[in-house]
Nanobody, 124 residues
């Protein structure tokens, strides 16, 4: 069992930056690949970024590639999402998720544990 708590969301102007954090409970954080997903109002939840168990492999959606960076610190049981050059279309609730596997995945159904989400709002 893993419990996930996101933080770091907020209101930022277009072009600005935010760093999201996701703190995981338990001693087995390093056993999980981690992902970030987001859901904008009226839209389905979508994949943003994911990282392998050891942090050596990352995947990004085309919409955030080059602007967002996912990383993790297994000693701190935390995964991060650094978001730069933010756009109004990045406005969404951002969720972190844990997948009991070595490798990351872009598929929501492969993640077993989810956080409660943190709101990111980008103003134009």
């Amino acid at each position: 069992q893993v419990q996930l708590v996101e933080s770091g969301g907020g209101l930022v102007q277009a072009g600005g930056s935010l760093r999201l954090s996701c703190a995981a409970s338990g001693r087995t954080f390093s056993s999980y690949a981690m992902g970030w997903f987001r859901q904008a109002p009226g839209k389905e939840r979508e994949f943003v970024a994911a990282i392998s168990r050891r942090g050596s492999s990352m995947d990004y959606s085309d919409s955030v590639k080059g602007r967002f960076t996912i990383s993790r610190d297994n000693a701190k049981n935390t995964v991060y999402l650094q978001m730069n050059s933010l756009k109004p279309e990045d406005t969404a609730v951002y969720y972190c998720a844990a997948r009991p596997s070595l490798m990351p995945s872009i598929y929501e159904y492969e993640y077993h544990y989810w956080g409660q989400g943190t709101q990111v709002t980008v103003s134009s």
